[in-house]
């Protein structure tokens, strides 16, 4: 254990410049049909369900939140008034492996129901790709099987600079925030239409 | 209303790019004596609170879910089994405005109590920054008052780039994900030893 | 310490013995007006908004995933996807003292707003019930002040019997699913039409 | 729909009578054995999670929150700093029909790991049941396999009464309070003791 007072915070520094530089190297990656796909479904769909497990629900939750703001009609899988999936509802996974067993059974149901399912996901390898309509991308580290800027410019330092998902979950946080950006331009509203519908008590 | 087929998701891209630079010009803005004593107050605390409202929450969430990974005795303020607060413990409240009336309410709280409080925030002028012991300043966007790389480079339409706190959430939670990599790093463990303690039950 | 095998269970026995009778006296003091108005609010609200603290919050999810299963528009405080209150809609506050301060406190805001406010309490003179359009009294055990069955028919051991809250929050559950019953009855629907809006991703 | 005006309330306190009675009997239906063996496990665990889904779950909080009070080591499965399960600790699992997806799931990996799995039920011929440790059995309504005092003496309403799992969900969470009470009995602890570990933070 070293003494907080002789770091001089090297790896704080290193890691958020990675991720900036992996973020900037994101914007260029991303399929733009795909993401068309995606916009038409949220902008058609009746109901929005998100789920995802860990800091992939919270990145999930996030969003849930902004397309509240924008006026959706959108849920949080386990949350308490959460309502049955329908066949005209759009159900968002989210897992950076595509594997995690919890979000892979519901997103089955999911398709059983007949609703449209989309995964965001680092692993185009994945049962969740297998099984969703519409996929993005999302260039994350995954656990056992890399990819991305991360891995590409690092030299095996870098899994403790972004442990475990932490490179997918922020990418996927910016991900979502950069879809909220164009469904604002897309659907003519302002910062202020959001802010009419952020929650009065907190 | 714009059909999603016509967009070529600029606005998308554009606010990632700005995320990215953002984040990469944060890197050099913190007063690292802040940092170095938020550490310590992390590494000699009995038990760690982490509270936040709506977005800053989650992102106070997702930092709870590591410092668990790290072996941590550490709570989310609001969940089921967090104990009450002790003198020796330290409460950590994130909140870009500083003046979210329930996050500045439990500081003053835990205050009383005599715990150490630890702000995350944009706003050095704030009344948490007024009551902590400790403050990390994030150069996010305040509502009515801003500052930090977005204001200065766009003309405007930044506000529907990045709305409302989602500057400041993405860039606190980029924040507390470098603390996690120092900590890593200062406490000489790696990323087995999270993945040990990461939940089997999801 | 008693070993566990060395037990009887008797405290056990006795707690849930007093629970029932507590039940069966609490069905005939309720003020049927106060049960009606409540019953009116309900079912004319654009949107409900339940909120509690601690276990009362838990209580209250529970109505509230009734109240979506009858087909309301009903939303947790606190959660994700909760949108801002309106006046045209009903905030019900759960509080056994009627002094809980976030919830005081939110219940003010949402008088602000110019929304019914309801409260379900165990305490008539509490700053909740000054505030709130609609009472409804749980005969529960308050924290300094008693009332209530088990006050008038124990001898100074109830506090182990049914500590701090105990008494309230199971009351209240029990009021609320008696809502739920007078719910159905009045809005003719049946037990499958709950069914039919049961989540069916968990 | 009748109007709320002309409705004398009668489900209402029906079903609160019929709870009532229902309570009453239960407590004498329990077979101590289990009992006491559920007292020792949690008595003697490391770390004690509690599960369930639904109301399930928020019943399964309630209790979490007691034993917290209590001074356990305790979590809920699902929230944020919840650490992995091992060998040493103790799952308690809550499923009516003791055929939940999400729980039965959940309960397997326990079992793997070669933690002990404690199961509340109304279903003695369920999946939980079958790996499990230990049973205790909640005389509540089962889906389309009815018991206990409901179904004994209504004709036919007692669905409306006692819709989908309200009846076990009741009777679960009083049947975890009496073990509360209980644990204070045997632990030999007071409400003041409790007191001292209830949240300030609210």
């Known amino acids: 254990m070293i003494d907080p007072k002789d770091t001089e915070c090297k790896n704080l520094v290193l890691s958020i410049k990675l991720m900036a530089k992996?973020?900037?190297?994101?914007?260029?990656?991303?399929?733009?049909?795909?993401?068309?796909?995606?916009?038409?479904?949220i902008l058609k769909a009746e109901n929005i369900f998100v789920m995802g497990a860990g800091r992939s629900g919270l990145v999930g939750k996030a969003f849930a939140m902004r397309l509240m703001h924008l006026g959706f009609s959108v849920y949080v899988v386990g949350e308490t008034t959460t309502p049955a999936v329908k066949k005209e509802d759009v159900v968002i996974g989210i897992s950076g492996s595509g594997e995690t067993r919890s979000i892979v059974d519901l997103g089955k149901i999911a398709k059983e129901i007949g609703s449209t399912l989309i995964a965001v996901t680092s692993n185009k390898d994945s049962t969740i790709v297998d099984i969703s309509d519409n996929v993005v991308?999302?260039?994350?580290?995954?656990?056992?099987?890399?990819?991305?800027?991360?891995?590409?410019?690092?030299?095996?330092?870098y899994r403790n600079?972004?442990?475990?998902?932490?490179?997918?979950?922020?990418?996927?946080?910016?991900?979502f925030d950069a879809m909220i950006a164009e469904l604002i331009s897309i659907?003519?509203?302002?910062?202020?239409?959001?802010?009419?519908?952020?929650?009065?008590?907190?």
């Open 187 to 202: 659907m003519g509203v302002s910062e202020d239409d959001l802010k009419s519908r952020h929650t009065t008590l907190e």
């Open 161 to 175: 600079l972004t442990p475990l998902g932490t490179s997918f979950e922020i990418s996927s946080l910016v991900f």
């Open 22 to 41: 992996h973020l900037d190297g994101m914007a260029d990656t991303f399929e733009i049909a795909e993401i068309k796909k995606m916009l038409n479904y």
């Open 137 to 157: 991308l999302i260039p994350g580290r995954i656990k056992d099987n890399g990819g991305g800027y991360l891995e590409r410019h690092m030299r095996g330092d």
